[in-house]
């Protein structure tokens, strides 16, 4: 059995070659096929065979088990230049296809092509069955894409559907409260208006500050026609305030201890009173 390396290549015989991939599992590591035209790419969806259409339109390549193929190269259309042998990692999987024991291909006429030299790849073309001058060879590929199968697709030309997102669950809706409507009959009472404000009260005046009352002068009544006043009283009445030079009032002299004896008592004589003794007159 011949090895192929990465990049080797061999001849195939004519009619029909089956594919064998060890280590592809579906639901795992899926299988699939790409019909490529001049541009390395496919012509239309249906030349990408895989487990949801497990054959070209024309049935030259056929899906057959998880892990074979076959194709019939005589009934190849002569638009498809190359046949693309290619495995992807199930979404569910974790890692990369290197982590997958025994990855290899063998096909019809004993060439076997191990893969190699893969690292952080999901998705991987194996090997390519291609024309060449009349005939048909193999060669081990061996290259691949990290992101996986979208990548693989897409580079071939295949858009593939990616998997709905799940819808996000509705919020519960709360019942709303409704309030209780009045009673049948009777109108809804009316909102009492807002209490009127009133200002707030002016503060007290401050009252002035009190002075003390001076004390009033002791009254003494006049004495009795023709009585004697006492010298002391007399002298209290008459007295003139400290450092005065005001004159005693009437001409009367300053008093000086005692006071001269009063007039006779006269009785008074029709159109007035007796004038007093002394001369009043200046």
Same mark, same amino acid.
């Given at each position: 059995?011949?090895?192929?390396s990465?990049?080797?290549n ?15 599992r579906q639901g ?9 035209? @001049? ?5 239309t969806d249906?030349?990408f065979v895989f487990?949801? +259409?497990p &054959?070209s339109p ?13 194709? #019939? ?9 190359t ?6 990692? #199930?979404?569910?999987?974790p890692?990369?296809l290197?982590?997958?024991p025994?990855? &290899?291909?063998t096909?019809?006429?004993?060439s +076997?092509?191990?893969?190699?030299g893969?690292t952080?790849e999901r ?6 069955i ?5 005939g ?7 290259a691949?894409? &990290?992101?996986?199968?979208s990548?693989l697709a ?6 593939v ?6 819808e996000a669950l ?5 019942p709303?409260?409704v309030s209780?409507s009045?009673?049948a009959g009777?109108p809804?009472?009316?909102?009492p208006?807002?209490a009127p404000?009133?200002?707030?009260p002016?503060p ?6 009190a002075? @003390? ?13 023709g009585?004697r006043?006492?010298a002391a ?5 008459n007295?003139q305030p400290?450092?005065?030079t005001?004159?005693m009032?009437?001409?009367f002299?300053?008093?000086g201890g005692s006071?001269p ?7 008074p004589?029709p159109g007035?009173?007796? &004038?007093p003794?002394? #001369?009043?007159?200046?």
């Amino acid at each position: 059995m011949t090895v192929l390396s990465r990049g080797a290549n061999a001849a195939l015989p004519a009619g029909v070659v089956e594919v064998a991939v060890s280590g592809a599992r579906q639901g795992s590591v899926d299988l699939m096929v790409f019909q490529l035209g @001049p541009d390395h790419r496919v012509r239309t969806d249906a030349d990408f065979v895989f487990f949801n +259409q497990p &054959a070209s339109p024309e049935g030259a390549v056929r899906l057959v088990a998880a892990d074979r193929v076959t194709a #019939d190269l005589n009934a190849v259309p002569a638009g498809v230049e190359t046949l693309a042998v290619a495995v992807a990692l #199930d979404d569910s999987v974790p890692g990369s296809l290197a982590s997958i024991p025994g990855l &290899a291909v063998t096909v019809t006429g004993g060439s +076997q092509a191990p893969a190699s030299g893969l690292t952080t790849e999901r998705a991987a073309v194996l090997v390519e069955i291609y024309r060449r001058a009349g005939g048909w060879k193999v060669r081990n590929v061996s290259a691949g894409w &990290a992101a996986g199968l979208s990548a693989l697709a897409g580079e071939h030309g295949v858009s593939v559907d990616e998997e709905p997102a799940p819808e996000a669950l509705p919020s519960p809706v709360l019942p709303s409260v409704v309030s209780p409507s009045p009673a049948a009959g009777y109108p809804p009472q009316p909102t009492p208006p807002p209490a009127p404000a009133y200002p707030a009260p002016a503060p007290a005046p401050t009252p002035p500050p009190a002075y @003390p009352t001076p004390p009033s002068a002791p009254a003494y009544p006049p004495p009795p026609s023709g009585e004697r006043q006492p010298a002391a009283v007399a002298a209290t009445i008459n007295a003139q305030p400290p450092g005065s030079t005001y004159p005693m009032p009437g001409g009367f002299p300053p008093p000086g201890g005692s006071l001269p004896p009063p007039p006779p008592f006269s009785p008074p004589t029709p159109g007035g009173w007796t &004038a007093p003794g002394g #001369d009043l007159r200046r």
